[in-house]
């Protein structure tokens, strides 16, 4: 997907203090302009996948992370 508004996106991106996930499907040189633009920003993470079926494992993941930051399965 081609981002239009790749600058207006990083900018509101940067003025969030929550953490964000973010998910993008395949390589494109839009996707690798974005990484690079928010890599230093702690509160976002960025997935490449190759098939849509696996964002959702991707976002459950984070979110089971953030609640259980040991690693703790049994809790």
Known sequence: MKITNLEALIGF???I??????V???ENPYAS??????EKK????????????DIPH???GRIREYF???GNKNT
């Not at 302009?33 to 928010?38: D, H, I, S």
């Not at 702690?42 to 079926?53: L, P």
């Open 68 to 70: 259980n930051p040991t």
């Open 58 to 60: 991707i976002v459950l």
């Open 33 to 38: 302009r974005f990484e690079k633009a928010v």
């Open 13 to 15: 991106l940067g003025q």
């Open 42 to 53: 702690k509160n976002i993470s960025i997935f490449t996948v190759k098939k849509k079926e």
């Open 24 to 26: 993008h499907i395949g």
């Open 17 to 22: 203090r929550n953490r964000i996930t973010a």
